[in-house]
Nanobody, 121 residues
Framework: VQLQASGGGLVQAGGSLRLSCAASGGARSSYNIGWFRQAPGNEREFVSALTRTGDTYYADSVKGRFTISRDNAKNTVYLQMNSLKPEDTAVYSC????????????????WGHGTQVTVSS
């Protein structure tokens, strides 16, 4: 399966962005989809995940501000990001896997190219 992340950009603190992760070459519904981010000088970290059965998971740092959802007809997973903070600045990537270890990047088999999110103060 191929994944393509898009929707990043420059936004002021407090603003919103919606990221998209479009899947092709395979049914998105067959995989768990995760969002990860990596800021300069930092390790890549888990942000959110949506399982095949529709369960959602969030990192504590984004809980209450970010919402993950899907559109099966478009084979796309979205990450709605509200109340953005400068510390949310990072390259955001989506990935797909089929295990239960949603927060471990090592368990993800397929990765899309990232999209840059920059939040100015």
């Amino acid at each position: 399966v191929q994944l393509q992340a898009s929707g990043g950009g420059l936004v002021q603190a407090g603003g919103s962005l919606r990221l998209s992760c479009a899947a092709s070459g395979g049914a998105r519904s067959s995989y768990n989809i995760g969002w990860f981010r990596q800021a300069p000088g930092n390790e890549r970290e888990f942000v959110s995940a949506l399982t095949r059965t529709g369960d959602t998971y969030y990192a504590d740092s984004v809980k209450g501000r970010f919402t993950i959802s899907r559109d099966n007809a478009k084979n796309t997973v979205y990450l709605q990001m509200n109340s953005l903070k400068p510390e949310d600045t990072a390259v955001y990537s989506c990935a797909a896997q089929t295990t239960a270890y949603l927060q471990s990047e090592r368990k993800y088999m397929y990765w899309g190219h990232g999209t840059q999110v920059t939040v100015s103060s």
